[in-house]
Each structure stands twice: as structure tokens, then as C-alpha cells.
């Protein structure tokens, strides 16, 4: 069996970020670095893959055949990579960047798909159903648990108040919630190995997928400054002020 | 309450600062990546109450285990990454930029603890004890200095004395990094033998050693620190480390690795200390703006930039070295030297520049004061480098 696992390589996050200001995208230049919530996907991927005595493939598109982030993925156990990198990605919106995926998904031969709910980049959390309707396979959403037993995949689908079971026959896409496992350091051994695994870099051409972009940003504004919260000092009935704060804001 | 605290989570970009001044390879650079990530998560936000507890973090230490970072340096078929030095001072400076108790917590557990066993030992020995400790399921520590033989280790007054089966270990030693833990399966100690000094391995917890209540110390809280007492050990024919009588020449050979990699670890603090200051002189008003505007503190960590480049220099050109099977004796000195140093002067600096707020233990910088003291003292005082950087040069003293 093989696990496809998405990885996104983001410009680091702790150094300054900066819009283009003719496409209002992100400038992604210089090294990146795997996006923190993939590094959840690409733990949980590994994980099952020792259980079932599988592979995982680490599947990315990223500019300028980046391919940093995707060594992090291979040190911490992935076998090997599929890159798909090409000049005519640059301001691909979520729907293109699904189609590449899926081509790239058809490639490696998984039956399963495991993905971050949402990239900290970009946000839209599109994606994963996006390439699970372009495959025709189902879509298993925000899972903090993920389980094959034979053909069946299995998760607990993160919800409001709880979680649900869903199930599906494989093949399928999976999206999984950050904070669903602790994601593994890179071994020192891990990183040595990484430099030998297999990395193939793929081109649009190389997919068949043409590069078409539905999506304008149109504009791009600051988000309103968070207001300052309420000050008081403790005169003994703190615990009630605050329990009536809870009661209104309706989280109790 | 003074709030000093707020800029010690701040990451910080992670490949640009290792470009600028020498090319590593990726692999080097991956791995200072890895381990600033786990000072990120792991180190950072825990090494003050560490500190204040003097805490040992095992669980911490058992992770650097599994990401490698003891077995760097050693071969893959005792469980090493056959990896170069260089790496492995990547991993100690930044470590060091965290916390440096648990920075020498690895030097010491890799330089003092399992080298001398990969240098000397014989194959039974190394295969007995290298596996675990290049997999951070075991420490191992180095017993040397005695109350009366610290640079002057010619003075060991510990005595092996042969039995039927091998040898009765009596005397004690003074200040033995990593000897205490609840990891600690192995102590190689030194102990004068007939006309020499020899060293020999024990396992932890054999009848006759006693390891001392751990000291209170002025710095270096959370790492493991104890006094041993030998009272007659005995142990096997096997546990003669190398040859017997060459214990001294031996452990001199070690110290000139370990002084490298303690010199990484002063650039580490260094470089900590550079942190937390730029970040307090640009938040920290007075008279009407933050006070990194006025040259009085701007200079300062002008200075600090200054020394960490020439020490950052230093110590790779030395690590290079030996990577390279060139000589490094007086290279590995000049490092230590310069960087430990640049060091003490940096965390200085750095409680100056945070003023009041840098005199409260709950500040970084106080600790920082209070751990970079022992670098100019410990794998050689600053008099020892100057002397062996005198001697190299051909002077008689």
C-alpha cells in the first residue's frame, strides 16, 4: 500500500512576510520550509504506513523546484517525493493546485491521500476535497484519528462538540486536524539518508494539466485590531465576573 | 513585576544566519534547522524553570537521543550517524542559544562520556556500550578531575590496584558532568597504576561507587553534576580503557575534541545573549524611545555581533580542521579561548543593557550571567588555552 502525503513548503513564517502588490499573493522567494500543518500529515501518514507495512510518498507543488520542506518530510521517514514545479504555477489558485495534485496523485499509485485541513499560508482548506472530487474518490475531513483496517479507511471527524465516525472504502482522501499527533524531530540518521531518497520533478507538461486560474484577489485589507480587553483588579469577586463574562459570551 | 520575558519565544528565521558567513552543507544546515526547532518548542520555554529547580530534563534529553544528536559523530555500526564534527557543533550551538546546561549536556555525554570509550575502547567494549549511548537510551560520563587534580590531572591521586580477576578502584573525583542521572549506565574514571595513569569503565551503580549529592551550583542548574567516591570497586580485566599507564595521554587527546565543542557552546550563549538584547533595546523606552537608539547600547551589541562572527569563525575553522585529519590542537585552544570569552562579555553586557530587569532571576540574561562564568573554566581554564597557545608558538612555559 502507499500513503500519498501532501506537503506545502512556505516561506518561514518567523521571517518578514511580504504581498505581492500587483497579485495581493504572498511573495514566496528564498528558501521554505515545510508547513508546520503538513508536518501533522506527514507524522500521521508515517505512523500508519509502520502499522500496515506501507510507503509514504510526499507529493508538493511548490516554485523553483523547492525542495527543502520536502527533505524535512524525507528525513522524518517519507521514501520519496514527487515535486511538480513549473513557471506557469506562479499565482495558481486552490483549483489548479488541486488538479496538479490529483495528476500527481494518479502518478505515484496511493490508494490513500492524507493532507492538512488548511495550509498556514494561504487558508483556503479547499484543497483536499477539491483533489478527492477530481479523483472521484471520497473525501474523510478533519480527522484527529485515522485508521485502514483491510480496504476501509476510518476516522473521527472533528466536529464542534465532539466527533463523528466516518468510513469510507479506499482509495480516499483524508484531511487531519493539527494537533491530532505529535510530529516526529528529523533523526540525524534521518537526515543523512534523506539526501538519497528519491526526488522526482515534475513540469505541467509532464501532468497534462493546463494552467488556468479562475480566481482574482481582488484586494487585500488589515484585519481590524483585536479590541483591548476589560482590566479589573481582584476585589474578591473576580470568580464571579468571570463566570458571568463566560455566561455571556455563551461558552458555558 | 518586571516583564523582561516576552521576547524569549520569538523564533527566529531559520537558514539565512548560517549563509552568511561560511557554506555549510545541507545536511549540516537541516540538522541546526532540526535541533532550532526543538530549542523552539522543547528548550526555550522550559530552561527557566529548569533553571530555578534544578531540573535534569531527562525527557528532553531522551529525545535528543532519538533525533541522533549523541550519535553524530560516531560510526553507523555502533549505532552513530557517521556524521562530521562540524554537525555536531551545529547541534551544540544551538542547543546553547536554548539553555546551556543542555547544551553540555550533550557535549559532555558525546566528548567526555562516549568518545574516550569509541577512541580507547576495544571492539567488546565499544559494541557493549556505544549503541546505547549513540542512541541517548544511556549517558555515560568522564570522572577526571579529583579535589586535587583539575588542570593538574598528573596529581590523580585515585589508585587501581591489580586483584586475581582485574583491578580495585579507590579514590574520588570532583565535578563529573552527567554522573548522576537516571540515565547514566557508564563512568569512565582515571586512577593512577603502578608508574601511570590508566582509565577504566564502570557500570553505574557497581558496589564501592558512590555518586554525591549533586551540587549546588552557580550556573548550569539543569545539568548533572556530582562528586563520586570510589571505595575499593572492583572490576574486571575488561574494564582497562586503552592502554595501561597511557590514561594521560589519552584523556589530553579528548580534551582537545571536547574544547571545540564547548567553544561552540560559548558562541551559542553568545549569540542568546545578542537575542535577548537587540529584542529589549528595541522595545525597552526611555527619555522618549527604546533605548537601542543610544549609541551607549547600540555599541554594546555592536560588540557582541563583532565577537560572535570572529568566535562563529573560530570555531568552525577549528571543527574544519579536524574534520579534515589536520592539526587543531592550537586552533581548538584559540576557539575556546576567544569564544568562551566572548561569551562571559556578552552576558554581561546583556544584564547591563536589560538594567534592573536583567539583575531578577526570572530574566534569561540573569541565567545567561550565571552559566557563562564556568566556560572560561571548565576542558581548561583560559590560563590553560593561553598556555598551550604560548607553548605552540615556542615559548617555554
Given at each position: 500500500?502507499?500513503?500519498?502525503?501532501?506537503?506545502?513548503?512556505?516561506?518561514?513564517?518567523?521571517?518578514?512576510?511580504?504581498?505581492?502588490?500587483?497579485?495581493?499573493?504572498?511573495?514566496?522567494?528564498?528558501?521554505?520550509?515545510?508547513?508546520?500543518?503538513?508536518?501533522?500529515?506527514?507524522?500521521?501518514?508515517?505512523?500508519?504506513?509502520?502499522?500496515?507495512?506501507?510507503?509514504?510518498?510526499?507529493?508538493?507543488?511548490?516554485?523553483?523546484?523547492?525542495?527543502?520542506?520536502?527533505?524535512?518530510?524525507?528525513?522524518?521517514?517519507?521514501?520519496?517525493?514527487?515535486?511538480?514545479?513549473?513557471?506557469?504555477?506562479?499565482?495558481?489558485?486552490?483549483?489548479?493546485?488541486?488538479?496538479?495534485?490529483?495528476?500527481?496523485v494518479s502518478r505515484t499509485g496511493a490508494d490513500l491521500v492524507v493532507a492538512a485541513t488548511?495550509?498556514?499560508?494561504?487558508?483556503?482548506?479547499?484543497?483536499?476535497?477539491?483533489?478527492?472530487?477530481?479523483?472521484?474518490?471520497?473525501?474523510?475531513?478533519?480527522?484527529?484519528?485515522?485508521?485502514?483496517?483491510?480496504?476501509?479507511?476510518?476516522?473521527?471527524?472533528?466536529?464542534?462538540?465532539?466527533?463523528?465516525?466516518?468510513?469510507?472504502?479506499?482509495?480516499?482522501?483524508?484531511?487531519?486536524?493539527?494537533?491530532?499527533?505529535?510530529?516526529?524531530?528529523?533523526?540525524?540518521?534521518?537526515?543523512?539518508?534523506?539526501?538519497?531518497?528519491?526526488?522526482?520533478?515534475?513540469?505541467?507538461?509532464?501532468?497534462?494539466?493546463?494552467?488556468?486560474?479562475?480566481?482574482?484577489?481582488?484586494?487585500?485589507?488589515?484585519?481590524?485590531?483585536?479590541?483591548?480587553?476589560?482590566?479589573?483588579?481582584?476585589?474578591?469577586?473576580?470568580?464571579?465576573?468571570?463566570?458571568?463574562?463566560?455566561?455571556?459570551?455563551?461558552?458555558? | 513585576?518586571?516583564?523582561?520575558?516576552?521576547?524569549?519565544?520569538?523564533?527566529?528565521?531559520?537558514?539565512?544566519?548560517?549563509?552568511?558567513?561560511?557554506?555549510?552543507?545541507?545536511?549540516?544546515?537541516?540538522?541546526?534547522?532540526?535541533?532550532?526547532?526543538?530549542?523552539?518548542?522543547?528548550?526555550?520555554?522550559?530552561?527557566?524553570?529548569?533553571?530555578?529547580?534544578?531540573?535534569?530534563?531527562?525527557?528532553?534529553?531522551?529525545?535528543?537521543?532519538?533525533?541522533?544528536?549523541?550519535?553524530?559523530?560516531?560510526?553507523?555500526?555502533?549505532?552513530?550517524?557517521?556524521?562530521?564534527?562540524?554537525?555536531?557543533?551545529?547541534?551544540?550551538?544551538?542547543?546553547?542559544?536554548?539553555?546551556?546546561?543542555?547544551?553540555?549536556?550533550?557535549?559532555?555525554?558525546?566528548?567526555?562520556?562516549?568518545?574516550?570509550?569509541?577512541?580507547?575502547?576495544?571492539?567488546?567494549?565499544?559494541?557493549?556500550?556505544?549503541?546505547?549511548?549513540?542512541?541517548?537510551?544511556?549517558?555515560?560520563?568522564?570522572?577526571?578531575?579529583?579535589?586535587?587534580?583539575?588542570?593538574?590531572?598528573?596529581?590523580?591521586?585515585?589508585?587501581?590496584?591489580?586483584?586475581?580477576?582485574?583491578?580495585?578502584?579507590?579514590?574520588?573525583?570532583?565535578?563529573?558532568?552527567?554522573?548522576?542521572?537516571?540515565?547514566?549506565?557508564?563512568?569512565?574514571?582515571?586512577?593512577?597504576?603502578?608508574?601511570?595513569?590508566?582509565?577504566?569503565?564502570?557500570?553505574?551503580?557497581?558496589?564501592?561507587?558512590?555518586?554525591?549529592?549533586?551540587?549546588?551550583?552557580?550556573?548550569?542548574?539543569?545539568?548533572?553534576?556530582?562528586?563520586?567516591?570510589?571505595?575499593?570497586?572492583?572490576?574486571?580485566?575488561?574494564?582497562?580503557?586503552?592502554?595501561?599507564?597511557?590514561?594521560?595521554?589519552?584523556?589530553?587527546?579528548?580534551?582537545?575534541?571536547?574544547?571545540?565543542?564547548?567553544?561552540?557552546?560559548?558562541?551559542?550563549?553568545?549569540?542568546?545573549?545578542?537575542?535577548?538584547?537587540?529584542?529589549?533595546?528595541?522595545?525597552?523606552?526611555?527619555?522618549?524611545?527604546?533605548?537601542?537608539?543610544?549609541?551607549?547600547?547600540?555599541?554594546?551589541?555592536?560588540?557582541?555581533?563583532?565577537?560572535?562572527?570572529?568566535?562563529?569563525?573560530?570555531?568552525?575553522?577549528?571543527?574544519?580542521?579536524?574534520?579534515?585529519?589536520?592539526?587543531?590542537?592550537?586552533?581548538?585552544?584559540?576557539?575556546?579561548?576567544?569564544?568562551?570569552?566572548?561569551?562571559?562579555?556578552?552576558?554581561?553586557?546583556?544584564?547591563?543593557?536589560?538594567?534592573?530587569?536583567?539583575?531578577?532571576?526570572?530574566?534569561?540574561?540573569?541565567?545567561?550571567?550565571?552559566?557563562?562564568?564556568?566556560?572560561?573554566?571548565?576542558?581548561?581554564?583560559?590560563?590553560?588555552?593561553?598556555?598551550?597557545?604560548?607553548?605552540?608558538?615556542?615559548?617555554?612555559?
Open positions: 500500500m502507499k500513503i500519498a502525503a501532501f506537503v506545502k513548503q512556505i516561506p518561514d513564517q518567523a521571517a518578514p512576510q511580504a504581498l505581492d502588490p500587483d497579485s495581493f499573493r504572498l511573495v514566496r522567494s528564498g528558501k521554505m520550509i515545510i508547513d508546520d500543518s503538513d508536518s501533522y500529515g506527514v507524522e500521521v501518514s508515517l505512523q500508519l504506513a509502520e502499522k500496515l507495512g506501507a510507503e509514504v510518498v510526499v507529493v508538493s507543488m511548490a516554485p523553483g523546484q523547492e525542495t527543502s520542506g520536502v527533505r524535512t518530510a524525507l528525513a522524518m521517514g517519507a521514501a520519496s517525493a514527487i515535486v511538480v514545479s513549473d513557471d506557469q504555477l506562479a499565482g495558481a489558485d486552490a483549483l489548479l493546485t488541486a488538479r496538479v495534485l490529483a495528476q500527481a488548511e495550509s498556514t499560508d494561504g487558508y483556503t482548506g479547499t484543497v483536499p476535497a477539491q483533489v478527492a472530487a477530481l479523483l472521484g474518490w471520497p473525501a474523510l475531513t478533519f480527522a484527529k484519528e485515522l485508521e485502514v483496517d483491510g480496504s476501509t479507511v476510518r476516522i473521527k471527524r472533528q466536529t464542534e462538540d465532539g466527533f463523528d465516525e466516518v468510513e469510507a472504502e479506499l482509495p480516499a482522501v483524508v484531511s487531519v486536524t493539527a494537533g491530532s499527533v505529535v510530529p516526529r524531530y528529523p533523526s540525524f540518521k534521518g537526515i543523512m539518508g534523506a539526501k538519497s531518497k528519491p526526488v522526482e520533478l515534475l513540469s505541467l507538461a509532464d501532468l497534462g494539466v493546463a494552467a488556468e486560474v479562475g480566481e482574482r484577489v481582488l484586494g487585500v485589507r488589515d484585519a481590524e485590531a483585536r479590541a483591548a480587553g476589560e482590566v479589573f483588579e481582584d476585589d474578591g469577586t473576580a470568580e464571579e465576573r468571570i463566570v458571568a463574562f463566560l455566561d455571556e459570551i455563551k461558552v458555558l | 513585576m518586571l516583564v523582561v520575558m516576552s521576547c524569549i519565544f520569538a523564533r527566529q528565521p531559520r537558514r539565512e544566519r548560517f549563509k552568511v558567513h561560511q557554506e555549510f552543507s545541507e545536511v549540516q544546515l537541516q540538522l541546526a534547522a532540526t535541533v532550532a526547532d526543538f530549542v523552539s518548542s522543547e528548550v526555550l520555554p522550559n530552561a527557566g524553570a529548569w533553571d530555578e529547580e534544578h531540573r535534569f530534563p531527562i525527557e528532553q534529553v531522551r529525545m535528543m537521543g532519538e533525533m541522533g544528536l549523541f550519535g553524530i559523530v560516531f560510526p553507523e555500526e555502533y549505532g552513530g550517524g557517521a556524521g562530521d564534527f562540524t554537525s555536531f557543533c551545529l547541534a551544540v550551538e544551538e542547543l546553547a542559544k536554548g539553555d546551556a546546561s543542555i547544551a553540555i549536556t550533550l557535549s559532555a555525554g558525546v566528548g567526555l562520556g562516549a568518545n574516550p570509550i569509541y577512541q580507547f575502547g576495544g571492539e567488546e567494549q565499544r559494541q557493549r556500550w556505544l549503541p546505547q549511548l549513540c542512541t541517548g537510551s544511556a549517558l555515560a560520563a568522564f570522572g577526571l578531575t579529583e579535589p586535587d587534580a583539575g588542570s593538574d590531572a598528573g596529581a590523580t591521586q585515585s589508585r587501581a590496584e591489580r586483584t586475581g580477576s582485574g583491578w580495585r578502584i579507590s579514590g574520588s573525583k570532583a565535578y563529573i558532568t552527567n554522573s548522576g542521572t537516571e540515565m547514566t549506565k557508564v563512568i569512565t574514571v582515571t586512577a593512577r597504576t603502578g608508574q601511570g595513569i590508566s582509565a577504566f569503565v564502570i557500570p553505574a551503580g557497581a558496589p564501592g561507587l558512590t555518586v554525591e549529592p549533586a551540587y549546588r551550583k552557580l550556573g548550569w542548574h539543569a545539568s548533572d553534576t556530582h562528586g563520586l567516591t570510589l571505595d575499593g570497586v572492583e572490576v574486571g580485566e575488561e574494564s582497562l580503557l586503552g592502554e595501561e599507564g597511557r590514561g594521560f595521554r589519552q584523556f589530553l587527546a579528548i580534551l582537545d575534541d571536547g574544547r571545540i565543542s564547548v567553544a561552540a557552546l560559548a558562541l551559542g550563549q553568545a549569540e542568546a545573549c545578542l537575542r535577548e538584547s537587540l529584542a529589549y533595546a528595541k522595545t525597552r523606552n526611555a527619555f522618549g524611545g527604546p533605548i537601542g537608539r543610544f549609541q551607549a547600547i547600540a555599541f554594546k551589541i555592536a560588540d557582541m555581533e563583532t565577537a560572535i562572527e570572529a568566535a562563529r569563525a573560530l570555531v568552525y575553522r577549528a571543527a574544519g580542521l579536524k574534520d579534515h585529519g589536520a592539526p587543531f590542537k592550537k586552533e581548538a585552544a584559540v576557539a575556546k579561548l576567544f569564544a568562551t570569552e566572548a561569551a562571559v562579555a556578552a552576558a554581561r553586557e546583556a544584564v547591563q543593557i536589560f538594567g534592573g530587569a536583567g539583575f531578577i532571576e526570572e530574566s534569561p540574561v540573569a541565567r545567561y550571567f550565571r552559566d557563562s562564568k564556568i566556560l572560561e573554566i571548565g576542558e581548561g581554564t583560559s590560563e590553560i588555552q593561553r598556555m598551550v597557545i604560548a607553548r605552540s608558538l615556542g615559548l617555554p612555559v
